[in-house]
């Protein structure tokens, strides 16, 4: 049996596995911060890294933000400029 002390690696995650794993993570993060010792929270950090990298590398598009949240999107949202036409 192989030892896992951290988990399987995230490339050898199916999508909804990776995708749960993710949540379960994101849900317990604020826990883990306030009650978790240094170490769980160094292990969790490093986790979360290698779960959401896994993730943006699968699924850029979803990653990508909404344009409303970029300043060049809101900027394009508000339209021109009051005088600049």
Request: hydrophobic share 30%; net charge negative.
């Amino acid at each position: 049996m192989t030892d896992r002390p951290h988990g399987i690696p995230p490339a050898e995650l199916d999508d909804d596995t990776l995708r749960r794993e993710m949540t379960h993570l994101h849900e317990t993060r604020h826990d883990t911060v306030l009650d978790g010792t240094e170490d769980a929270l160094e292990t969790h950090t490093r986790r979360m890294l290698e779960l959401e990298a896994e993730f943006l590398r699968r699924f850029p598009a979803e990653a990508a933000p909404d344009p409303r949240r970029t300043r060049a999107g809101s900027r394009q949202e508000a339209g021109p400029a009051p005088g600049s036409g």
